[in-house]
C-alpha cells in the first residue's frame, strides 16, 4: 500500500457535504463542497464524492480518508437512522468507500470529527475536557473527557441535540418530541421566529419571508437591524442552549465549550446572551469556571480537520 | 505507618451518616448510623464520627479514611456549598479527619462514592460505562467512564440532580429553579404529592399527613394500598426521571444505569413506570440498549462500600 502525503477529511451534513486533502499538519491543500442531496441513497453520494476525489487528486498519493457523517458510528462504521438524511437504518459507510479506495477508512459522527479537529487544530489543543457543539442544519455534539474523545458503550456518546428541551414541545424528526435541536439549531430558530408571529403583532422583516425559504442568515441580518422579532429569537435561542449546555457541564464537568458550525458563526449576537443565560443555569460549583467560547477555525473547517485526523490515526494503527 | 486490615468507609448524608469498618473483600466487619445534623458545623459531625470509631474500633488497626459527602470534591479535598448541610462555602474535610487520623484521607461526592461501589462490589462490576444515581434526601450521580469514575476539569463531574427539568420550576436549596432533585427525590415526591392534592379532590390517606412530616415511605406504603394520588407521584417522579435519564445516556452512553438509596428501594413500583419512560424518551440509537437496574447492594452499603473502596486506592498511592 502507498503511503502518501495527505489523507481526505469529509464532513457530510444535512445540507452540504465538504471535503478536503489535509496533511499532517492540518494545513488543507485543496477542498470541495457539494449538496449533499439528503433524499438519495448513500452509495449515490459516495459514487459524487469519488468523481469529485478525482478530479481535485492530480499526482497526489493518499493515505486514508476519515468521515465525519450524522449517527455515524466509529465502532461498526455504520452510518444508523440519520434523521435529516434519507438513507434508512443502517449504511456501512466504510464499506462504501472501500469499494473505491483501497485505503484506511474511518467514520464518526459528524459533531465527534468536529471536536476531534478542535482539540488537535483549534481552540481546545491541550485541553482534557471538552464539549464542542455544532450549531447547523441540527444540533450536533462531541465530548472528549481525560483528552480523549467519548464513544461510550456502544460508539454513541454526545448526541445532546436529542436531549429534551420539552417533553410535550415541538416534533423532531427523530421521531420524538421537544429535542433540543428542534429549539436550537439552524432550523430551529426558524421555527421560533415562525412562533414569535403567530404570538407577537410588533412590524418585523420576518413576516416577508415564507417559512420554507428562511434562512438562520436571514435572521441574523434582521437581528442587526434591530428587528425585534428576530432579537427576541436569538435571545430564546440563547436561553434554551445555555440551560442545556448548563445541563452538559452538570454531566461532564468540562472546562470548556466550544461552538461551531454555521449558525455560531453569528457571533456575538448569539454567544452574549448564551453565556448569560449560560452562567445563570450553572449549579454553583460550576459557575465562573467553564469558558464558552466560539470555533476559532474557519467555517466549517472544523469537521474536515477533525475528519482527518481520524483518517491520520487510522493510517498510523494500520503501519503499527 | 502501621497498615490494618481494615478502612473506615464513610457516607455522609443530608439526614444521616453511615460508617463502617470494610476489608479488602469489600467485606463490612461492623457499622455504625448517626444522624448528620446538618444544622451543625463540620467538625462537630468529625468529632462526633471520631467518638463513635474509638467505640467500635477496639483492636484493629486501620490503614485509611474514604468519604462520601455531597459537594465534595476529591481533588481539593473540600465539601463546597453542600446544598442540605450548613456547613458554608468550603470545608477541608480531609484536613478535619487528620486532625484525628494519621492516615490517608479521601472525600469524594457521596454518589461517587456509590458509583465506586457499584463498580468494585456491586451489579456494574466489570463495565466500562455505567451511570449510578442515588435517589436519597437529595439525587446524586456518578458517572463512570471507560472504567474509571469521571472528574471532569475541576473535580465535580456527575451533577445531574441539578441539571434543569423546568426553568420556571420548584425553588431548590441551590439556589436555581426547577432541578431533577426537586421532583426526583424522597423530598421532591412529597413536594408532588403536595401539587396533586392541590389539584385533585380524589380521596387519599396523603391528606391526612402534614407536609413537614411526609415521608416517602408513607407515600411508597399508600401506593402499595392503591391510593390513587401516591400512585399518581410515582408514575409523575417516574416519568421526569425516565427523561432525564434518556438525556445522560445522550451524553455518555453507558452500558447501564444503577439506582441506590432508599428511594431506589421502593423497588418495581418506581422501577417499572422509569424502565418505560427512560425507553420512550431514549434517542433512537440507545433505544433497547440500556439497562436500568436497581441496586443489589444492601440499602445504604453501596456508599459505604465506595468510600472504602476510595480509601484502599489512596493507602495504594500511599505505599508505592
Redesign the interface.
Known amino acids: 500500500m502507498q503511503t502518501g502525503n495527505y489523507v481526505i477529511g469529509i464532513d457530510i451534513g444535512g445540507t452540504t457535504t465538504s471535503l478536503g486533502f489535509v496533511d499532517r499538519n492540518g494545513i488543507v491543500r485543496c477542498e470541495a463542497t457539494l449538496e449533499t442531496l439528503a433524499e438519495q441513497r448513500a452509495d449515490t453520494l459516495v459514487s459524487r464524492l469519488s468523481d469529485t476525489i478525482v478530479k481535485l487528486r492530480g499526482n497526489s498519493a493518499i493515505s486514508g480518508i476519515g468521515i465525519g457523517a450524522p449517527?455515524a458510528?466509529y465502532l461498526r462504521g455504520t452510518v444508523?437512522?440519520p434523521p435529516n438524511l434519507n438513507w434508512g437504518a443502517s449504511v456501512n459507510l466504510v464499506e462504501l468507500f472501500q469499494q473505491h479506495y483501497c485505503v484506511p477508512v474511518a467514520v464518526t459522527n459528524d459533531a465527534n470529527a468536529a471536536a476531534i479537529g478542535e482539540l488537535q487544530f483549534g481552540i481546545a489543543r491541550g485541553m482534557?475536557?471538552v464539549i464542542v457543539i455544532t450549531l447547523g442544519t441540527g444540533l450536533g455534539s462531541g465530548?472528549i473527557?481525560?483528552g480523549e474523545l467519548?464513544?461510550?458503550?456502544?460508539?454513541?456518546?454526545?448526541?445532546?441535540g436529542?436531549?429534551?428541551v420539552d417533553?410535550e414541545g415541538r416534533d423532531c424528526a427523530?421521531?420524538?418530541r421537544g429535542c433540543l435541536e428542534t429549539y436550537v439549531s439552524a432550523a430551529g430558530m426558524c421555527r421560533t421566529v415562525c412562533e414569535l408571529l403567530s404570538q407577537n403583532c410588533e412590524p418585523s422583516s420576518m413576516r416577508e419571508i415564507r417559512f420554507n425559504e428562511m434562512t438562520s442568515k436571514q435572521i441574523y441580518e434582521a437581528a442587526c437591524n434591530e428587528d425585534s422579532i428576530a432579537l427576541a429569537a436569538f435571545d430564546i435561542t440563547a436561553?434554551t442552549l445555555g440551560?442545556k449546555l448548563?445541563?452538559?457541564v452538570?454531566?461532564?464537568?468540562?472546562?470548556a465549550i466550544v461552538l461551531s458550525g454555521g449558525l455560531a458563526s453569528a457571533g456575538d449576537i448569539l454567544l452574549t446572551p448564551t453565556r448569560h443565560y449560560f452562567e445563570e443555569?450553572l449549579?454553583?460549583?460550576?459557575k465562573g469556571?467553564?469558558k464558552l467560547s466560539q470555533s476559532a477555525l474557519p467555517e466549517g473547517k472544523g469537521a474536515v480537520l477533525g475528519a482527518a485526523a481520524l483518517a491520520w490515526a487510522e493510517v498510523d494503527k494500520m503501519s503499527l
Chains 1, 2 share one sequence.
Do not use: Q, W
Not at 467519548?150 to 445532546?160: I, M, Q, R
Not at 449549579?283 to 460550576?286: E, R, S
Open positions: 449517527n458510528n444508523e437512522n482534557k475536557h465530548i473527557v481525560n467519548l464513544y461510550g458503550a456502544d460508539g454513541f456518546a454526545g448526541e445532546l436529542h436531549t429534551t417533553p427523530c421521531g420524538k436561553r440551560m448548563a445541563d452538559a452538570a454531566h461532564t464537568s468540562p472546562e443555569f449549579f454553583t460549583p460550576y469556571k467553564v
